[in-house]
């Protein structure tokens, strides 16, 4: 059995399962942002009415509405606030973080986990190991918060073998970018992606991080990596063991492989209207832009940051741009502090903004117009995502960010890095 397979027959109690099995699991892990605790809570409470078995395994985090623009949105917070003192929950409030890096640092996933959440990137953490998926709200309401459980066909899986190192320019990031436009929308459609390979063996947990963020948008029903004593080391940050690592049999087979050599992987570029729709950064330079935003589910790591300040170097915004920063946690905010490079970026034209989800769905930072364009590290760019159905979003890098803040317009980062 693959490490997928063997955490779902062990948390169901079986000694073995295959693909096409159905099996009743238990959760360990549920994450909840203020959107989807919302919607949950109310169900339990009025249709379900039942106690939350086990409230020390839910995690909610307010990180869509960071700031509420209306007493609408402030009483939907407001709710999720008494849902979880109600019911004893772990609730962590506005300027917390992004959703999944709160969850991994406050020691809510670990290696063999089965962790579920009603946010759709919710496959990122099996980059420690576990098997992590989204599920629906009533799915949380009637299963996992009064039995601790929820049911799962086990998936076949899809290895993605990596190889070779990067040019200078790019990042994990547009590795991500670039297998989901090669894969494709719905290219993996419930199934389990292992990433593997030299390449992948030589990121840094928090580069792994990006592989299976991405597993929902080919359709796949999680992702994973086999974790190592690196897992350990990262995860040790936040949590205290023990850590007890899950790893596939030897002889485990694949229902397809796909092999990729990354060494002359161009900067990549998610085009308007969907994840998909991947360009190299050439085929879209000169593409004017209004708003440059480093933050969200893929970007506002330390690492992004790290990358912005870089390129912006010696540089200052364009006057014709906004350049958002959103730290993705309180720790990635005060490390930046730590570094100098809040007010490197700051004295450049960058506007900060607290821990959270970014622009995400233009909860907290304002709507875009018809006539704007944003260039990005969100994880999505769905018509009318960011305010107007005609605004568009184009999805990148840190270091292609950057080098939009400061032409005006979708630039290739290496301009900035030779």
């Known amino acids: 059995m693959n490490l997928i397979e063997k955490i779902l027959a062990s948390k169901s ?7 096409g099995d159905v099996v009743v699991a238990d959760v360990d892990t549920l994450l909840l942002h203020d959107l989807s605790g919302y919607l949950t809570g109310r169900v339990l ?6 106690p939350i078995l086990r ?13 509420p623009a209306s007493e609408e949105r402030a009483n939907v917070l407001q709710e999720n606030r008494d849902f979880a003192r109600r019911h004893g929950i772990r609730h962590f409030d506005c300027g917390s973080g992004n959703i ?9 996933i670990k290696p063999g986990f089965v962790v579920v959440g009603s946010d759709s990137h919710t496959p990122v953490h099996g980059t420690f190991g576990a098997f992590a998926t989204g599920l629906g709200n009533n799915a949380h309401a009637s299963m996992v918060m009064p039995f601790s459980k929820a049911w799962f066909r086990v998936p076949e899986t899809y290895n993605v073998n990596l190889r070779g190192r990067l040019p200078r320019g790019s990042s994990a990031r547009d590795v991500a970018q670039f297998l989901i436009g090669d894969i494709g929308e719905g290219g993996a459609i419930y199934k389990a992606i292992e990433f593997t390979g030299e390449f992948v063996d ?14 929902i948008d080919i359709g796949a029903k999680t992702g994973y990596i086999d974790p190592s004593q690196k897992t350990i080391d990262y995860l040790s940050q936040w949590s205290e063991g023990p850590f007890e690592l899950v790893h596939n049999d030897p002889d485990v087979t694949y229902a397809r492989t796909l092999e990729y050599d990354v060494s002359h992987l161009e900067p990549q570029v998610a085009c308007p209207p969907t994840v998909g729709n991947v360009k190299s950064v050439q085929e879209v330079a000169g593409t004017l832009i209004d708003i440059a935003e480093v933050g969200g589910h893929g970007g506002g790591r330390i690492d992004d940051i790290r990358m912005l300040a870089q390129l912006m170097r010696g540089h200052k915004v364009n006057p014709n741009v906004r350049l958002q920063v959103v730290p993705n946690s309180r720790w990635v905010f005060l490390q930046a502090l730590r570094e100098g490079l809040v007010e490197e970026l700051y004295l ?5 903004f607290p821990a959270g989800a970014g622009s995400n769905q233009s909860a907290n930072m304002g709507a875009m117009t018809a006539r704007e364009r944003m260039i990005c590290s969100q994880a999505r ?31 290739d980062p290496r301009e900035f890095l030779e």
């Open 381 to 411: 760019n769905f018509p009318g995502r960011n305010g107007s159905p005609l605004a568009e979003v184009y999805l990148a890098s840190a270091l292609t960010v950057a080098a939009a803040a400061i032409k005006g317009e979708i630039a």
């Open 45 to 50: 409470d009025k249709e379900v009415k039942r």
């Open 100 to 108: 999944h890096h709160v969850a991994i640092q406050k020691g809510f």
């Open 13 to 19: 109690g079986k000694k073995e399962v295959t693909p």
């Open 348 to 352: 450049a034209g960058a506007n900060w």
């Open 202 to 215: 030589s990121l840094d947990v928090s580069d792994q991080l990006l592989l299976p963020l991405l597993t």
């Open 55 to 67: 409230p020390d395994r839910v995690c909610m985090v307010f990180d869509h509405h960071f700031s």
